[in-house]
């Protein structure tokens, strides 16, 4: 049962453009969402993150928006960069209720063109 | 200003031997997770540990796994008895609190079993 998937596992935009990764989620008791981005051979780097009591959470040229009747959250990136090029996973939490565990998706690779 | 810890960051392994994998979190944290990554998936729970406690293992497989986060010293996962489905890579993160909380992650330790 994967309660947190996105959908597209690859997605290539140009430089300077906007990218948009998708996530969708199927756990209503979902409290707390993440992005994270991943190199080859390292770990997880924390990007952004919003409680779900917000529809909007914004840091620099990364945006998170939460669509709780959809049960959907996307990340914006712009302008996009060449050292953007990851793998982007989306994790959600609930609480306390689960003793904040994290369930991932299974990632999104994607590639900015120069 | 040390981030996660995590060693060995690659270890090789024989069917039947034991591993283990140490995690020392961020200063100040005393919330500390195991993940594992097994290849071409995203990140799974496995177990969420504080000080001298395991508070969730429902991640974590009955037989062979075990985990701890004593007092002094660093967090534990240790794997008796490997077999070649273990190979993956490891990840801890840790946090200050629990709840809705950032988790920051270390790089990994990567188990290769022969």
């Known amino acids: 049962d994967q309660q947190v998937k996105q959908n597209s596992p690859s997605l290539s935009v140009q430089e300077g453009r906007i990218s948009i990764l998708n996530c969708d989620y199927t756990?209503?008791?979902?409290?707390?969402f993440l992005w994270y981005k991943k190199y080859p051979a390292e770990g997880p780097t924390f990007l952004i993150s919003i409680s779900s009591i917000k529809d909007k959470n914004e840091d620099g040229r990364f945006t998170v928006f939460l669509n709780k009747s959809a049960k959907h959250l996307s990340l914006h990136i712009v302008p996009s960069q060449p050292g953007d090029s990851a793998v982007y996973f989306c994790?959600?939490?609930?609480?306390?209720?689960?003793?904040?565990?994290?369930?991932f998706g299974e990632g999104t690779q994607l590639t900015v063109n120069p | 200003n040390a981030g996660v810890m995590q060693n060995p960051r690659h270890l090789v392994r024989r069917r039947g031997q034991e591993a283990r994998l140490r995690c020392s979190p961020m200063?100040?944290?005393?919330?500390v997770y195991w993940y594992r990554q097994l290849p071409e998936e995203g990140l799974k729970f496995m177990v969420y540990l504080q000080k001298e406690n395991i508070i969730d293992e429902s991640g974590m497989p009955k037989e062979r796994f075990s985990a701890e986060f004593p007092k002094e010293g660093p967090s534990i996962l240790r794997i008796q008895q490997v077999v070649r489905g273990d190979s993956a890579a490891y990840f801890c993160?840790?946090?200050?609190?629990?709840?809705?909380?950032?988790?920051?992650f270390g790089p990994g330790t990567r188990l290769l079993v022969l």
């Open positions: 200063k100040g944290h005393s919330h």
């Open positions: 993160a840790s946090s200050l609190f629990q709840g809705q909380e950032t988790q920051y």
């Open positions: 994790a959600a939490s609930a609480g306390e209720t689960s003793g904040s565990r994290l369930t």
């Open positions: 756990n209503s008791m979902f409290d707390y």
